[in-house]
């Protein structure tokens, strides 16, 4: 793609230059032969580099914030997990509890028989 010029600049003065462009109508160009074209630069690479950059840094940002959400989601389903072994441990103590009830009588026998020996 070629550059288009986008200004001219013609009769320096000492000071500076004076400058035209498309605002002076369709064709400030060939009013002014004598004049320098100005064209836009391209982008320099450091701009391009800058850019790359702060692109990267965007998607870095966004996989980070993916990671900490999908570690949120762990710990929330890890806490989830913790209640029902909880609740689990909690029914098996209770269980526990229950049978050392219901057979004390047979612990009670145990002691009497290891004292008689």
Do not use: C
Not at 11 to 40: C, I, K, V
């Amino acid at each position: 793609m070629k550059n288009e010029p986008v200004a001219i600049r013609y009769d320096f003065d000492g000071y500076g230059y004076q400058y035209r462009d498309s605002g002076h109508g369709s064709n400030w160009r060939a009013r002014l032969p004598e004049g320098e074209l100005l064209y836009t630069h391209p982008a320099s690479e450091g701009i391009r580099e800058q850019q790359r950059t702060i692109d990267g840094d965007k998607r870095l940002i966004d996989l980070l914030y993916e990671k900490v959400e999908k570690q949120q989601a762990e710990i929330a389903e890890l806490k989830h997990i913790n209640r029902n072994w909880q609740i689990s441990e909690g029914m098996a103590l209770a269980e526990i509890e229950a049978l050392k009830a219901d057979n004390g009588h047979y612990r009670d026998m145990a002691v009497d028989f290891l004292k008689r020996r």
